[in-house]
């Protein structure tokens, strides 16, 4: 019922810039947590950033100072703004919502990845 679509991944230089965005439909998107993660293969799954219906941020250290995390409440819309990008940040990285679907029902929905990868 709730839907992700992410975009804005692909291929950039080290040291370049790239904005990713995931559209959130089906819930009352203002009072979901919104988190972003990401994969490598062979790697575990991190959680990379993290944004709540109160606007409060967290980020892993390995993109502290280089990563944002933003939400836009009017466009339903979760953003990560990806600068200074390392050969290490090259993964599939998904948008996950935490909440209340509009049916008043707590969900936790994933969207399906969106491939980001730094060359050297």
């Known amino acids: 019922q709730v839907q992700l679509v992410e975009s804005g991944g692909g291929l950039v230089q080290a040291g370049g810039s790239l904005r990713l965005s995931c559209v959130v439909s089906?819930?009352?998107?203002?009072?979901?947590?919104m988190y972003w993660y990401r994969q490598a293969p062979g790697n575990q799954r991190e959680l990379v950033a993290s944004?709540?219906?109160?606007?409060?941020?967290n980020y892993a250290d390995s993109v502290k100072g280089r990563f944002t995390i933003s939400r836009d409440n009017a466009k339903a819309t979760v953003y990560l703004q990806m600068n200074s990008l390392k050969s290490e940040d090259t993964a599939v990285y998904s948008c996950?919502?935490?909440?209340?679907?509009?049916?008043?029902?707590?969900?936790?929905?994933w969207g399906q990845g969106t491939q980001v990868t730094i060359s050297s």
């Open positions: 996950r919502a935490e909440g209340l679907s509009r049916r008043g029902i707590r969900f936790v929905s």
């Open positions: 089906g819930s009352i998107f203002s009072s979901n947590d």
């Open positions: 944004v709540t219906s109160r606007d409060s941020t």
